[in-house]
C-alpha cells in the first residue's frame, strides 16, 4: 500500500516538473521574441552620409557617428563628417523594457581638403585646388590657371613658359556668369561679358586699375575705379624651372560687387611698351569657374 502512495506522489512530482519546465520554455521564447536586435546600413553622397536602420524591437535609438562631435536619436539620421578617413559609428538600440543592442560599423568619409590660399610666391597651398583651364595648343606665355574663391578672396595662380612675365595686362572679368552682359570681347566670342577689367602690371603696389564696364550695347566703355589696383595682391613673378614661370594673386570679392553662379577671367598679356605677348585662354571662352 505505501509503494503504490510513493508511487503515486512520484508520479505527480514527474509531472509537476515537466509542466513548470513546459512553462519556462514558453517564456524564454517569448523574451527572444522581444529582445532588440540592431544593425543598420548607409549610404553617402561625398562626406554626408544617409544612415538606415535596420533593427528590430526597438523603441529609441542613440547613434554615436564616431567623430566627438554629435550624437543622434533619430531612427535614420543623415549626417555630414567634417573629417574624412576611417570612422567607427555606433548604434544603440533600446526596447520598452529597457534592454539593449548594439552594433559597431567602419565607414570611409572622403578626405577633407582645407585650402588656404596666401600669397606669398609659395604655391604649394594650391596642390589641392583643381586647374581651372590650360593652354593645349602650347602657344602663348600663360599655360595654366587655377582660380580659388573659397573665402573672402577672388585668388588666382597662373603658370606659363618664360614669357609669361606679366609686365602689363587686360585683365577681363565676368562676375554674374551671364555671357551675353558686360563687355563683348571678339577673342572670346563665348564666354566673354566681362562686367570688369583690370589694367596694369599684375605686380603688388603696381599702378594697376579696376574699371567698370558702362557700354550697354557690350562695347568697349569703362569708368575707372580710383585707387582700386592696390586691392589686387600679388605675388612676384617666381621661376618654378628652366622652362616655368608662375605667379598668384588674389583680389578681394567686395571689389568685384555680388558675384553670380560663376566667375570668368580672360588675360591679354603685354609686354612692357604695350605690345601683345599672348591672349589666355585660347578661344572661344573664359576660364571660369562655377561658385
Known amino acids: 500500500m505505501?509503494?503504490?502512495?510513493?508511487?503515486?506522489?512520484?508520479?505527480?512530482?514527474?509531472?509537476l516538473l515537466l509542466l513548470t519546465a513546459c512553462s519556462g520554455d514558453g517564456a524564454s521564447s517569448d523574451d527572444s521574441a522581444t529582445k532588440p536586435t540592431a544593425d543598420f546600413s548607409f549610404t553617402n553622397d561625398g562626406s554626408t552620409f544617409t544612415f538606415t536602420n535596420l533593427s528590430t524591437n526597438g523603441t529609441k535609438y542613440r547613434w554615436d557617428f564616431g567623430d566627438l562631435y554629435y550624437t543622434s536619436g533619430e531612427k535614420d539620421p543623415v549626417y555630414t563628417y567634417k573629417i574624412g578617413g576611417e570612422i567607427r559609428v555606433s548604434l544603440t538600440v533600446t526596447n520598452e523594457n529597457g534592454e539593449e543592442a548594439f552594433i559597431t560599423k567602419t565607414i570611409t568619409a572622403p578626405r577633407i581638403i582645407i585650402i588656404d590660399i596666401k600669397i606669398?610666391?609659395?604655391?604649394?597651398?594650391?596642390?589641392?585646388?583643381?586647374?581651372?583651364?590650360?593652354?593645349?595648343?602650347?602657344?602663348?606665355?600663360?599655360?595654366?590657371?587655377?582660380?580659388?574663391?573659397?573665402?573672402?578672396?577672388?585668388?588666382?595662380?597662373l603658370e606659363g613658359n618664360k614669357k609669361m612675365l606679366m609686365e602689363l595686362v587686360d585683365m577681363y572679368i565676368n562676375t554674374d556668369g551671364n555671357t551675353q552682359t558686360g563687355f563683348l570681347h571678339s577673342n572670346w566670342s563665348q564666354g566673354s561679358g566681362a562686367e570688369f577689367l583690370f589694367e596694369g602690371p599684375v605686380v603688388t603696389n603696381g599702378w594697376g586699375q579696376f574699371y567698370n564696364h558702362t557700354d550697354p550695347n557690350g562695347g568697349w566703355g569703362w569708368a575707372g575705379i580710383a585707387?582700386?589696383?592696390?586691392?589686387?595682391?600679388?605675388?612676384?613673378?617666381?621661376?618654378?624651372?628652366?622652362?616655368t614661370n608662375a605667379i598668384e594673386f588674389s583680389i578681394p570679392k567686395t571689389q568685384l560687387g555680388t558675384l553670380g553662379s560663376s566667375i570668368g577671367i580672360a588675360i591679354t598679356e603685354m609686354n612692357g611698351g604695350w605690345g601683345l605677348v599672348a591672349n589666355f585662354p585660347e578661344a572661344p571662352k573664359f576660364s571660369t569657374l562655377e561658385l
Request: aromatic share 8%; glycine share 10%.
Open 2 to 15: 505505501k509503494k503504490i502512495k510513493l508511487t503515486k506522489y512520484i508520479t505527480l512530482l514527474v509531472a
Open 120 to 157: 606669398d610666391g609659395k604655391f604649394t597651398d594650391w596642390d589641392d585646388v583643381a586647374v581651372t583651364d590650360q593652354n593645349t595648343s602650347g602657344n602663348g606665355s600663360i599655360q595654366k590657371i587655377k582660380i580659388w574663391a573659397g573665402g573672402p578672396n577672388v585668388n588666382v595662380y
Open 227 to 243: 585707387g582700386s589696383g592696390a586691392n589686387l595682391k600679388a605675388s612676384s613673378i617666381v621661376s618654378l624651372n628652366d622652362t
